[in-house]
């Protein structure tokens, strides 16, 4: 046989194996198709949410700004370690620290755990102070 007729035979074997491809194999493709299409109707879905709950957020933040609280207490806060704090009972001090852990309960409680290099203090906020924070 010469170079020629070897090349043809070539071309032609590939043609035909090429051609069409088996079941197994469309099936893989609509199921990577399927998957696909899944995969970015699910980020439209996720990208929509996430969109709405910024807007939530700058709602909630822009009706912060509004709520004015009452001052009935106009004496001045005097600055007490959390370890001491405990000494001064009904008496309006000013803690110093960092928010350790913050939880919320509901809409209308929220409980703020700071610490100073003493210790540790829990605050409750309720009401109108809960939808400042």
């Known amino acids: ?10 071309q032609d074997s590939t043609t035909a194996t090429s051609a069409a491809p088996s079941a197994s194999a469309q099936k893989r493709a609509a199921k990577l198709a399927l998957a696909a299409e899944k995969k970015a109707q699910r980020q439209q879905e996720q990208a929509h949410e996430q969109a709405q709950k910024q807007a939530l957020e700058k709602e909630r933040l ?6 004015k609280l009452n001052d009935k207490n106009t004496t001045s806060a005097k600055e007490f370690k959390i370890a001491v704090s405990h000494t001064k009972k ?32 829990q ?8 939808r400042l924070f």
């Open 1 to 10: 046989m010469d170079a020629l007729s070897l090349q043809d035979q070539d």
């Open 62 to 67: 822009e009706a912060a700004k509004s709520i």
């Open 90 to 121: 009904g008496e309006r001090i000013q803690v110093k620290g960092w928010c350790h852990r913050i939880r919320r309960q509901g809409k209308e409680l929220l409980f703020i755990v700071l610490r100073d290099g003493t210790q540790q203090l």
């Open 123 to 130: 605050c409750i906020l309720t009401g109108q102070l809960v």
